[in-house]
Every structure is written in structure tokens, then in C-alpha cells.
């Protein structure tokens, strides 16, 4: 090997030992108060709990990871199934996808809407989903539960049109976790799908229309396969944070109509069984980590290598 | 309307749909801000016009706490997050790939990846064991803990500013007799500017609306704006929550016309 | 240390010995060596992928050669970093600073080395006097149009004043007319600065036009270094005579030798001269290389040194083509200049016979 091929070689090492010292302190700070803890959770699911809360340190049990799914009968001590937390679980899963559906159903219309403006509304336009989109979480959760509750924006108007005789009772109703979810994740939605749609080469439409091709042909046929990447990313960007929604269903839900979520915090709160809340959070992370790889494979298989 | 039929690119209904979505956007925001100018003192029926809620509110000394302490922890957060964002971009972008490269993507997202009460309760554990630990429960762990989330906010525009900058510019610099330092100094840092103030106002407004991991993390008596609101919630409100929102929804905005003004500069 | 690097009482002479350069598995310069005169205009010609771009940027120090080093004025500064070197480079795509305005970008280097505020303002306005951009030094450069750009990369790279200048395709993004103009400046510049000049392309016209001498890559290797009229009339292979404007490439046998000249019989069975380049001494069956300009077509003669019919007459404004097929079955080709209107007095058909200028066959050393 000559000096220079040595010199080069020294330089790549050197380039690259800079790049990791620089990438450091982003690292760290992500490893000491997002990843770590994960483990340590991992670590405190098989641990005995605390009986005020905590673990037993070192005092090992798979009794958090029982619970999530299986209750033991009180006077039997036989293991049945946890009905109660199967059915929160099953219900995050069923309101998550209504609610990713409900999002496309409005999102994609209004994507698309605004990617056919002319290029100087089209700004004006994304900066108005931009707004709420910005805004924080739980101040839209509790706007949308001002027109939803009984007394509210909603019910009110209804009555004053005759069309009901008594308020309507959505809030603290799942009704009213699928509406919060979607009003609050629809901009989620609508970015992605705009950024996509924005980008599509609508020759591509034009030749659909010479080809015989009716309207909705061209947007079944043309358009939507085009813009799938889009309607893949916001539909992950949606159903994830559904998923694992904390603050939505504690407003609007009440406590009835708990979530995932909810069912985790009560574990570490009122319940005091931190073995099961840390199983429940790995349980919910699993969930979300098999609905990325369904839409990544469904992404993949359907891209024709579109982007 | 005749031009309007003949435009191929347009869909029957979704115009329609288009307003529909961006009434129901917005008709909540609006309730809210109209009842925080309600005289009455409850939310139930509309009292008149008056702005007395929110000089309650700027009276509150909780609310000021709150509100301070939430400025304080974005302030610090959107900072660190800026700069340890930065300089992970700097590191990740323009290279061949090395190994490590894909790790060091993976673990920069993360944080977008896990919803936020799973990392929320996992903090809690962790913290919550340090506290008894050290004895030391001041807004540090705040302040890590927002960083953490803020990072991969931060890091996503001056990433795709630093990816839609070739090396030639620096090339240029270096051949114009500039060290390193000195092609930092004055070509890549100016360059990267716009999207490094972007990235800071996306970590700030990220750290400023948290409330799951803020819930979980803070210790007795830190509660930031959003935390306090979430613990009003579960009484019966009265308008002053509402005169709360609506200058936290000005604020927010105000900080997305600046980051909507700074990007259309950009281009 | 900053004087050695600037001031050039004359253009540096750069010598490349050896140079190899590998990108993984690929090799794109594969032992090169070459000496470039001071004061010259030095031309690296070839198509892309040839090796040309990677060897200027390790001239300017932006590639390490795998091998092999480079010297500037005898010194070896093949591990200098680009900013050790006084060597400054106009990039293809100019490499403005977008955040800086047209002074600013100008006067960057001399800032970089720490001159005096006073000497950088009186050095960038001569050099916007030099680029004919007078008034201009406060313009953003995002504001100016890509030859006014052009002219600011070119005052950044000299202001300076490096004992050579790189010039890395600097008019690929012009338009045809701007381009013809640019060359001419580029010349100018070059004698009022006495700056050695490197400059890159793979347009042979650009190459011929302004170059002292010209260096013709292909595959990371250089085929032939030489002025432009040996490259043009005296290619020494078949890549460089077929990269370098149209031929007529004929397969002949040699004759005799004496000094650098030939004998050769061609299929016609006419025999001509034919020069060779000095490393090789040709026998048996070669190939020679006419330009069609060098030929001519006339009446069917006793003595024509080919003889063929019109198959196709091309009008190309100042020329005409003559696609001739020759009575072995091979195509020639006749540049005709159209010297008055009218036709060019031959038809498709025409039994025709085609002399050579003297002294225009050259052989080729493959």
C-alpha cells in the first residue's frame, strides 16, 4: 500500500471519528431520555410491583405480562381472559382505524383541492392547515369538546333548528374519541397527502382523459395509485399517534370510554401496578410497530415505484 | 363556469368537501376564543361581552408560574435540541455511507416513532427512581426530557437544508484559501440559517404544547401551561381556561406566520 | 505563509507524475503524467467519465491521488489541503455564495488570507473593471444572469491572483453565443493575467479555439498531449481522430519508411505519403486518417487518388457534405465549402474521383 492510499485512508478514519464525535450529544440526550428508558421499562415488566406503586427491585415475576391479557378468578384463583383490558385494547385498534379513515375520507378530497390551485392560493391554503396543525393539542380537544358537550356549540344549534328535542349526548362516548381523534389528527393527514399530490405530473391526468378515461376512472385509476406513498404516510402519521391517544380520550371520553392509553396511566396511578403498565406500554408499542410493517409492506407491494 | 367544467383536474364534491374540512377546523378554535370573551361564569350560557377573564387569568399567580415555567423549558430545550441537532446533521449529511450511518438516523427519529405515553411512563420509571436517587427534582429533568422529543424536529429542516447544499460552496470556500473553521463560519453556517431558526421555532412550539411526557415527568408543583389546563379540565370550567387557550393559540400562531414568512423568504 | 500561496510574478508550472486515482473498484485516472508550461493555456479534452474532472480536482486538492503526486513549480503539494494551495478553481456551476453579495464573493479570498480591508475594496474593483462588471460589486448574485455570474466566479478565482487558475467547464451552461464571446474573454484574461490556465471540457471546439496545448483523455488515460493543430491534423490513434471532428478512417499497406514519413497503398491502388507519430514505426496493413476538408471531389480521373459514386449530398450553410461510396464498398466523406450559391456541381449518382491535399494522411499509431 503506498503513502498516499495510506493518507487517504487515515483522512476517511478521521472524517468519520469527527462525524460520530459531532453526532454525540444528539445521541446521548436521545439515549439517556427516549431509548434507555425503554429498556429499563422492558426491565421493570418482569418485576414483582411495588405495594405502593413501583417495583420490588430484583424480585423477578412474568405476573405484569399475565395480566395484560388474563385476570386470575378471585375465588378460584383460575386464569380467565381480562376482559376489560382485551376490550380497551380492541377498542384503541377499532377507533385508530375509523379514525384514519375518517381523516383520508376528508384529507384526501381537501389535498387535493388545494394541490389544483393556482400556485399563490395554494400557499394561503396550506398555511390555514398548517394553523391548527401547529396548535396545541390539548387547547383543540378542548375546543372540540366545547361544541360536542350538551350544552354546546353543536347541540345548541340543533335544537334552536328543531332538529332534535333533547341535546344529543356525545361527549363521553366513543363517538366523541373518534370525533376529537379526527378533528385533531386530520392536518396529519392533509400534509402528507397535499405534499404527494402537489407533485404529481398531471400530463399524466390529461393523458388519462384522451385515453377515454371518465373523471372518477382518472382518480381511481391514475391518481390515487400515484399518490399511494401519500396516503401510506399520512396514514401512519394518523393512526399512530390514535393509537397510543392519551389526552383526547381523558377529555372527551370520560371515564367509561378509556383507551389504551388511559388504562396505562391508570397503572401508574389509582391501579399502583407498574409491572402491568410497563407490559401494557410494550404491548402498545408492539401494536404500533406491527402496524408500521403492514403499511411499509402494503407501501412497498403497491409503490410501482412511484415516489 | 364553463371554465371551471373544463378544468381536467377537477374532481365533482371536493371542493365542497375542502370547505367542509376547513369549517369543522376551524368553527371549534373560533367557539373557543368567542366564549373566552364571555361575561358569564360558566361556560353553559353567553353573559355578554367582556375581556374580564383574561385579566383574572394574567392575575392568576398560578397561571403565571405556569406559563413561566413553560417559556423557560422550550427556551432550553428548543436551544439544545437546536444545537445537538445541528451538529448530528452536520455529521449525517454529505458523506458517503459509513457504518453507523443508518443507526444514527434510526436513533435521531426515535422519538417520532414511539407514541408518547409509552416514552412518557418510561420516563416517569426512570426519573422517578433518579429523584429518590440523587434528591435532586428541579426542571432538569424537564429540560432533558423535552430535548430528547425536540431533537428529531429540529434535525428535519437544517437535515434538508444541508442535503440540498452540494459540498461545492464549501469546496469553493476551501479554495479561496478558508480553513475549515473559517467555511463554517462563513459559508455553511450563514446558508444554514434560515433553516436553523426553523428548526429552533419547531422545537420551541413542540416543547411549549407538550403534555403527556410533561404529566408523567414534572415533579410536585411544576406544572407547565398545558399540565395546569389538563388539571382544570376535569372540574367544572369556567372562561378563564378559555381566555388561557386563546393566548397560547395567539402565541402559536404568531410563531407559525413567522416560520411561514421565514420559508417563503427562503425560496 | 499566505505570500507563497498569492503572489505570482508569473503563472506556476504544474507536474503530474504517476497520478492514479481509484474510487472503490473504479479507476478514474489510471497513471497519468503530464507537465503543464507555466503562462500556458492548458486544455484537458475528453468525454465524460474520462478521467479530467477528477484530475483537475486533485490539482485543487479536492481528491487525494491513490498514487503518484503533484508538483507545483517543483514542489510537491499532493497532500495540501485546497486551502494550502495557491491554486484557485472556477466551478462548473460557478459556486457562487448566495448569502454574499457580487464584492463579497469576489473579495472572499483575499478576506480568507487576511488582507487589509483597503486592499481587498482596491483588488475587487479592478477585478469587476477586469470582468467588465463595474457598478455591480453590491448586486446579489442571485440577481445576475448566468453570464454575469460566470464573469463573478471568474474575478473570485483570479482576485487572489493564484499562480494557476482551474477551470472546470465554466461555459457548459452558457448559450451558444455567449459561450462564443466568453472564450474570447477567457483568452484575453489569460494573456493580461499571465496565469496558467487549466481548463476542462469535452467540446474539441471550444479546446482548438482557445488552447496553447491540449491533453486528450479517454478512460482515465491520456491518449495524446499536443497544440491544437496536431491534435486536429496529426492524431496520433483512432480515439483521438474520432473524437476530435469528422474523419475518414482507410485501411492501407505500407510501402516503405524513410525519417517520419511513409509510403502507403491504398485499396484504390493509388499510393500517397503519409506521416506517423515518432514512437512507432509502421509496417504491414495500418490505418490512416484524412479529414474531409482535406479532400477533394472532381471529375473521374486516371490519377484520382480514390474513386466512387455520390451517394448523398448534405447542405450544411457553409459546407456542403458528400457522402462518397467507394468502389471497394467503404464510405468517405468530402467537406465542400460552399464558396458561391448555386449546387455544388455534383449530383447523387456521379461517378466521381476524390484527391487528397498533400500531406494530409496520418497514420494511426493503432
Known amino acids: 500500500m503506498s503513502g498516499a492510499q495510506e493518507a487517504a485512508l487515515a483522512a476517511q478514519k478521521q472524517d468519520i471519528r469527527s462525524r460520530w464525535l459531532l453526532s454525540a450529544p444528539a445521541l446521548l440526550i436521545i439515549f439517556v431520555a427516549a431509548i434507555g428508558p425503554l429498556f429499563v421499562m422492558l426491565f421493570y415488566s418482569f418485576m414483582v410491583k411495588g405495594d405502593y406503586g413501583d417495583v420490588k427491585f430484583g424480585e423477578f415475576s412474568l405476573e405484569g405480562w399475565t395480566s395484560v391479557f388474563f385476570e386470575r378468578d378471585i375465588f378460584d384463583d383460575t386464569l380467565g381472559l381480562a376482559d376489560a383490558h382485551l376490550s380497551i385494547i380492541w377498542r384503541s385498534i377499532q377507533l385508530s382505524f375509523f379514525t384514519t379513515i375518517l381523516t383520508v375520507i376528508l384529507g384526501f378530497p381537501t389535498a387535493y383541492f388545494i394541490a389544483t390551485r393556482p400556485p399563490h392560493t395554494r400557499e394561503i391554503w396550506v398555511f390555514l392547515v398548517t394553523i391548527p396543525f401547529w396548535t396545541n393539542l390539548l387547547i383543540r380537544t378542548f375546543a372540540m369538546q366545547q361544541v360536542i358537550r350538551n350544552e354546546g356549540l353543536l347541540n345548541t344549534a340543533l335544537l334552536w333548528l328543531g332538529v332534535i328535542k333533547s341535546p344529543l349526548q356525545i361527549i363521553y362516548t366513543d363517538t366523541a374519541n373518534l370525533l376529537g381523534m379526527t378533528y385533531v389528527y386530520l392536518p396529519l393527514m392533509v400534509l402528507p397527502l397535499y405534499a404527494s399530490i402537489e407533485k404529481l405530473d398531471f400530463r399524466l391526468v390529461e393523458a388519462g382523459y384522451d385515453l377515454y378515461a371518465t373523471r372518477f376512472q382518472v382518480l381511481r385509476r391514475i391518481v390515487i395509485p400515484l399518490v399511494k406513498p401519500g396516503i401510506i404516510a399520512g396514514s401512519i402519521l394518523v393512526f399512530i399517534p390514535s393509537l397510543g391517544a392519551y389526552v383526547i380520550p381523558r377529555v372527551l371520553g370520560g371515564g367509561k370510554n378509556m383507551m389504551l392509553g388511559n388504562l396505562i396511566e391508570m397503572q401508574f396511578g389509582s391501579g399502583r401496578n407498574w409491572p402491568l403498565g410497563a407490559a401494557m406500554s410494550i404491548t402498545l408499542m408492539i401494536l404500533v410497530t406491527a402496524a408500521l410493517i403492514i403499511y411499509v409492506r402494503n407501501a412497498s407491494r403497491g409503490g410501482n415505484g412511484h415516489v | ?267 | 505563509m499566505t505570500d507563497t500561496r498569492t503572489t505570482a510574478a508569473h503563472g506556476g508550472a504544474i507536474g503530474l507524475h504517476g497520478i492514479k486515482k481509484w474510487f472503490g473498484n473504479f479507476q478514474a485516472v489510471d497513471n497519468v503524467s503530464l507537465d503543464i508550461r507555466s503562462n500556458e493555456f492548458f486544455t484537458l479534452l475528453g468525454p465524460s467519465g474520462c478521467g479530467k474532472t477528477t484530475l483537475l480536482r486533485m490539482i485543487a486538492g479536492f481528491e487525494l491521488p491513490t498514487e503518484g503526486q503533484v508538483l507545483l513549480d517543483g514542489v510537491d503539494i499532493s497532500r495540501l489541503l485546497p486551502n494550502q494551495r495557491p491554486v484557485n478553481t472556477v466551478f462548473q456551476n460557478y459556486a457562487l455564495f448566495p448569502h454574499l453579495t457580487v464584492a463579497e464573493n469576489i473579495g472572499f479570498g483575499l478576506k480568507m488570507l487576511g488582507k487589509s480591508k483597503s486592499e481587498i475594496d482596491s483588488v475587487v474593483k479592478d477585478m469587476l473593471k477586469l470582468v467588465h462588471l463595474d457598478g455591480r460589486g453590491n448586486n446579489p448574485v442571485t440577481q445576475l444572469s448566468g453570464g454575469q455570474q460566470q464573469r463573478v466566479a471568474l474575478a473570485r478565482a483570479l482576485a487572489p491572483r493564484p499562480k494557476v487558475l482551474l477551470l472546470d467547464e465554466p461555459l457548459s451552461a452558457l448559450d451558444l453565443k455567449l459561450r462564443k464571446s466568453m472564450q474570447m474573454e477567457l483568452k484575453r484574461l489569460q494573456l493580461e493575467t499571465g496565469i496558467t490556465f487549466v481548463f476542462v471540457t469535452h467540446d474539441q471546439e471550444e479546446a482548438l479555439t482557445m488552447s496553447d496545448r491540449i491533453a486528450v483523455m479517454s478512460t482515465g488515460t491520456v491518449r495524446q498531449v499536443g497544440s491544437p493543430w496536431d491534435i486536429y491534423d496529426r492524431p496520433a490513434e483512432r480515439f483521438v481522430a474520432d473524437f476530435i471532428g469528422e474523419t475518414n478512417f482507410l485501411e492501407v499497406d505500407v510501402l516503405s519508411v524513410s525519417g517520419n514519413k511513409a509510403r502507403v497503398r491504398l485499396s484504390s491502388g493509388s499510393e500517397i505519403p503519409a506521416t506517423f507519430p515518432g514512437d512507432v514505426t509502421p509496417s504491414g496493413k495500418v490505418t490512416i486518417v484524412v479529414r474531409p476538408e482535406h479532400a477533394r471531389v472532381t471529375a473521374p480521373a486516371a490519377g484520382s487518388v480514390l474513386r466512387g459514386t455520390v451517394h448523398d449530398i448534405v447542405y450544411l450553410g457553409t459546407d456542403t457534405h458528400l457522402h462518397i461510396r467507394l468502389d471497394d464498398g467503404s464510405g468517405f466523406m468530402v467537406r465542400q465549402q460552399n464558396a458561391r450559391s448555386g449546387d455544388c456541381g455534383f449530383s447523387k449518382g456521379d461517378s466521381v474521383g476524390i484527391d487528397f491535399s498533400d500531406d494530409v494522411a496520418q497514420i494511426l499509431r493503432d
Not at chain 2, 16 to 41: K, M
Not at chain 2, 102 to 131: C, D, G, H
Not at chain 2, 186 to 215: C, K, N, Q, W, Y
Open chain 2, 1 to 267: 363556469m364553463f371554465s371551471r367544467r373544463y378544468d381536467l383536474r377537477s374532481q365533482p364534491g371536493f371542493g365542497f368537501i375542502t370547505l367542509f374540512t376547513f369549517f369543522a377546523l376551524y368553527l371549534p378554535i373560533a367557539a373557543l376564543v368567542i366564549y373566552s370573551f364571555n361575561d358569564a361564569e360558566s361556560l353553559s350560557q353567553w353573559g355578554g361581552f367582556s375581556s374580564r377573564w383574561f385579566v383574572a387569568a394574567w392575575n392568576n399567580t398560578a397561571v403565571q408560574d405556569a406559563a413561566i415555567r413553560s417559556l423557560v423549558i422550550a427556551l432550553w430545550a428548543a436551544l439544545l435540541a437546536t444545537t445537538a441537532a445541528m451538529m448530528a446533521a452536520l455529521a449525517t449529511t454529505r458523506t458517503q455511507p459509513y457504518r453507523g450511518l443508518t443507526f444514527k438516523y434510526a436513533l435521531i427519529n426515535q422519538p417520532l416513532m414511539v407514541p408518547e405515553i409509552v416514552t412518557a411512563v418510561a420516563l416517569l420509571i426512570v426519573f422517578s427512581r433518579i429523584k429518590v436517587w440523587t434528591g435532586y427534582s428541579g426542571l432538569g429533568y424537564l429540560i432533558v426530557a423535552h430535548t430528547a422529543f425536540c431533537i428529531p424536529f429540529a434535525y428535519l429542516p437544517i437535515r434538508a437544508r444541508l442535503e440540498s447544499m452540494d459540498l461545492t460552496l464549501e469546496r469553493a470556500a476551501a479554495d479561496l484559501y478558508a480553513t475549515p473553521w473559517m467555511t463554517f463560519r462563513h459559508v455553511t453556517l450563514p446558508m444554514l440559517r434560515p433553516a436553523i431558526i426553523a428548526g429552533f421555532m419547531l422545537a420551541f412550539v413542540i416543547s411549549l404544547d407538550d403534555v403527556v411526557i410533561t404529566e408523567f415527568v414534572k415533579s410536585g408543583g411544576q406544572d407547565t401551561l398545558p399540565t395546569y389546563m389538563l388539571g382544570q379540565l376535569r372540574r367544572e370550567t369556567t372562561p378563564e381556561i378559555n381566555a388561557i387557550a386563546t393566548v397560547f393559540l395567539a402565541l402559536s400562531t404568531a410563531l407559525v406566520v413567522v416560520f411561514f414568512f421565514i420559508n417563503k423568504r427562503k425560496q
